[in-house]
């Protein structure tokens, strides 16, 4: 009866993994399937060692593999074998690139991984997100293949046979003609401590909506992931628990109606399901909002969760909070008393 209890766990976490997989892999592709067949944007990367890689000068020329990833991520961490393999074997036709998402993560950790793992790939820190809205990132690790002929062929998550034969059929496209490449990602407006921040409305949970400026009450946007304090209990335990004091301390200040709360939800791994569920199992009072393609993310250059950004009355970010903070309800009351 001992051995049959470890074995039912092994095989309980054989199934889930699979189960996990397989959720990356549908979630990729039905992110990605507008942009398959389209002409890969026009962008220029720079490495973690300042190295400059031009895209756009490989269209024509080379297949390219882009993998993006975070060191907390577990899948990451297991195709990490598959992803050493494919850069060694590369060859002249392929160029690998790996693009950490640059969400909850640092140049740090990845240098502290680069040198565990051995890797020798150029290496890219997404820090404002601009690359993985390019390429409609919703999970990590997620592949993109683009053709020599700089067309997008293939997006998914699973390092599987399918997406060996996409980096095989992107090597050998014979004769290709490169096109121009897409418009590559307008530079955003952002918005930092100091800074006027303009009025929109944001969806949320229930078909609601909510106006982020109120010319009586200071707003809170409490930027989160409902997988915070779940997924990351074990490769980043100290984040987890971050994430559960903020949540802590949302729900005792938010029954004060002279302060506005907005929840902004990340896109990655999460949908609006998701969402919900986590709401109702953790009893947020809160309006909540999915930022699917990040843009709230990107447009505040939060790349980190807990983040709550508090603005005042007229509008003007007056503070930007990483983890729970003991004088955030004396702040608050400073604020709306304004």
């Not at 020329?61 to 598959?82: D, G, N, S």
């Not at 096109?179 to 918005?191: F, L, M, S, T």
């Not at 930027?223 to 004091?245: D, K, V």
């Amino acid at each position: 009866m001992r051995r049959f209890i470890p074995i039912c766990f092994l095989l309980f976490m054989l199934v889930a993994t699979s189960l996990w997989a397989q959720d990356g892999q549908q979630r990729a592709e039905a992110a990605g399937h507008s942009l398959i067949g389209s002409p890969a944007p026009r962008l220029v990367l720079k490495t973690i060692d300042g190295q400059t890689i031009d895209l756009t000068s490989l269209y024509g020329k080379k297949a390219i593999y882009l993998k993006f990833w975070a060191t907390w991520c577990v899948p990451c961490r297991e195709q990490m074998p598959h992803l050493k393999h494919t850069y060694e074997e590369a060859g002249p036709e392929l160029a690998v690139i790996a693009i950490d998402v640059g969400f909850n993560d640092s140049v740090e950790e990845v240098r502290k991984y680069q040198r565990q793992m051995g890797l020798t790939m150029p290496i890219v820190f997404d820090e404002d997100g601009s690359l993985g809205e390019a390429f409609h990132l919703r999970v990590t690790p997620q592949h993109v293949v683009i053709g020599r002929d700089g067309r997008i062929l293939y997006i998914g998550h699973e390092a599987n046979a399918k997406l060996d034969a996409a980096l095989l059929a992107a090597r050998t496209t014979a004769s290709p003609t490169a096109v121009a490449g897409a418009v590559a990602p307008k530079d955003e407006p952002h918005y930092d401590v100091g800074d006027r921040v303009p009025d929109f409305t944001a969806s949320t949970l229930g078909g609601g909506s909510f106006q982020l400026l109120d010319a009586k009450r200071p707003t809170v946007l409490a930027f989160l992931s409902p997988w915070c304090e779940s997924y990351l209990a074990t490769s980043r335990p100290g984040l987890a628990q971050s994430c559960r004091a903020v949540r802590e301390q949302v729900a005792a200040l938010s029954g004060d109606p002279h302060v506005r709360w907005l929840g902004v939800a990340s896109g990655l791994w999460a949908s609006r399901d998701e969402l919900t569920k986590y709401r109702d199992e953790k009893h947020i009072g809160i309006p909540l909002t999915l930022d699917e393609s990040g843009a709230l993310f990107r447009r505040f250059r939060v790349t980190h969760v807990p983040t709550l950004l508090l603005i005042d009355a007229q509008g003007r970010i007056v503070r930007r909070i990483e983890d729970a903070d003991k004088q955030l309800g004396a702040t608050l009351k400073t604020l709306s008393a304004r």
